[in-house]
């Protein structure tokens, strides 16, 4: 009995023993940081015309499990889906190039962001963009990029604007018909995207405004001292998508002949055209820039075709005298009669520049202008008897450096004693000069003159190109501002203040030396 009641008693102890588990300490959860993000496209309603850049960036503290990228486009006008992407990312940022909004109309983007480790953890956006390509209208004003616009470092002012010709029909690509010439191959190594178009105009109007402006710092080259005598301003940047062509006659063009002469001829008479100014002029409303803003000069670009259907060219310039001018007539190279433009209160020109080519045909160009008005109001032959004595020696030529006969000879290395940097009526100090002398020049904008090339593909570098440079030393050579050039009685007077001044000049009667 004694042993029944210890067994009991011992089994009691056990079951009454308390074993002591260890306490699992509570979970702690770490609050994620709330998603927070920005795009390229926050500012407001983006304009497109075919692709749409986007970068998604995402500010916050990436969750651990990275996050969810959501890509939503729609075509509002239809309500059809364009894009749609979901992916799921480490980074903290996301780049695409969203195709297909070519269509004219209105667009929404949808940015969403969620956290891989919480769904509630998201954030939203919607983005409007618009393709504003106006097949009706025709005419689209672009607001002026802040690098056409006026630095207020010039003496005076030269307001402009800008007109460019830029046919589509898709929005998507240049037309094909209305620019290309009927030998050129229509493929993905000749295709312009509009896009590229656009690039390409901007970015080379960016340098011919840099290069004119530089040519006016008088015996400047490259120190960046002498104040530019111009600073140009341009009021209003225009793409116009469509225009009148005026026929004037024909011209017999070998279909065969491409780049260069086959030796198969298959001429053929195709009309000639020429541009309607005063009815585009007249759509633009140019009389209104002319006579309010006093613009002087109309920068107009055009991608030529000058072979085919509808082939047309435009003037180097021409000038439109004011209505009140006591020398009405149009000093140009090349530029019509007074009809082809239309006259307003005050004297305006147009350049011609044609898009297929670029900033070294730009200022070609207006070198021939240059020239024009310097010899028109030169009634004693000064500029040509003197200063550019010959065309090709002395103080130089469009066409011909300081230091060859040869025309179009821009980067001929030869070494020539030259007083072009130190000219004065009878004859300055000779200087070693070649072809080194503009080419090594260093501007401010100097690493700023690279612009796409005329076709798909490719880039020009503006900075290396001998002509491009040429321009602009030769330019600071011509009596400028302050110029203090007098020399046996005789006192050169400036002469960009007569080209920029040319009704005054004309009135005045100002003379390149008194």
């Known amino acids: 009995m004694k042993k029944v009641i210890f067994a009991l008693g011992v089994l009691f102890v056990f079951a009454c023993s308390k074993t002591e588990v260890p306490a699992t300490p509570p979970v702690v959860v770490v609050q994620e940081e709330a998603i927070k993000f920005t795009t390229n496209l926050d500012t407001g309603t983006y304009s497109v015309a075919d692709t749409l850049p986007l970068v998604v960036t995402v500010s916050s503290k990436l969750p651990s499990a990275g996050v969810l990228y959501s890509i939503l486009v729609n075509w509002i006008d239809s309500s059809k889906q364009i894009f749609k992407l979901d992916t799921s990312l480490t980074v903290s940022s996301l780049s695409l ?15 969403t962001v969620t956290s891989k480790s919480s769904s509630i953890n998201i954030l939203s956006k919607t983005i409007n963009s618009i393709n504003k390509f106006q097949q009706k209208t025709g005419i689209e004003v672009v607001p002026v990029d802040s690098r056409l616009k006026s630095t207020n470092k010039g003496v005076i002012t030269v307001p402009v604007v800008i007109v460019n010709y830029i046919p589509t029909s898709d929005g998507k690509y240049l037309d094909r018909w209305k620019t290309f010439s009927s030998n050129v191959i229509w493929d993905e190594g000749h295709k312009l995207t509009m896009t590229r178009v656009n690039e390409k105009i901007l970015k080379e109007k960016i340098i011919d405004k840099n290069s004119i402006q530089e040519g006016t710092r008088f015996r400047d080259y490259g120190k960046n001292v002498t104040k530019p005598y111009i600073d140009i ?13 005026i026929k004037v006659g024909a011209r017999m063009v070998d279909t065969t002949m491409n780049d260069s002469d086959d030796g198969i001829n298959n001429p053929v008479a195709i009309d000639w055209h020429k541009i309607d100014f005063n009815d585009l002029f007249e759509r633009i409303n140019l009389k209104n820039y002319i006579n309010n803003f006093n613009v002087k000069e109309v920068w107009f670009t055009s991608f030529t075709k000058e072979t085919g259907v509808n082939s047309y060219n435009v003037q180097e310039s021409s000038m439109s005298p004011s209505l009140t001018s006591v020398d009405p007539v149009n000093i140009s190279n090349g530029g019509g009669d007074l009809k082809d433009l239309p006259r307003f209160n005050n004297t305006y020109i147009v350049f011609g520049s044609n898009g297929w080519r670029g900033v070294d045909t730009d200022l070609h160009v207006r070198g021939h202008q240059i020239e024009r008005q310097l010899e028109y109001i030169d009634n004693e032959n000064f500029y040509y008897g003197n200063f550019a004595k010959d065309r090709n020696t002395i103080g130089g030529y469009t066409h011909t450096p300081i230091n060859t006969t040869k025309q179009y000879d821009y980067n001929n290395t030869s070494v020539v004693s030259s007083d072009i940097t130190t000219w004065k009526p009878s004859r300055g100090i000779g200087i070693p000069t070649s072809n080194l ?23 020009e570098d503006w900075n290396k190109d001998a002509q491009t440079k040429w321009f602009i030393y030769w330019w600071q050579s011509i009596p400028g501002y302050n110029n203090n050039i007098e020399d046996n009685g005789k006192k050169i007077t400036n002469w960009w203040d007569i080209i920029y001044n040319w009704d005054d000049a004309i009135k005045n009667k100002t003379k390149l030396v008194k």
């Open 97 to 111: 190039k969203i195709p297909g909004l070519n269509k004219t109309g209105s667009y929404s983007l949808t940015v």
């Open 437 to 459: 002398s503009w080419l090594n020049q260093t501007y401010t904008f100097s690493n700023q003159m690279i612009t796409p090339g005329p076709f798909a593909t490719g880039n």
């Open 233 to 245: 301003d341009v009021v209003a940047y225009i793409n116009v998508y469509d225009l009148k062509l």
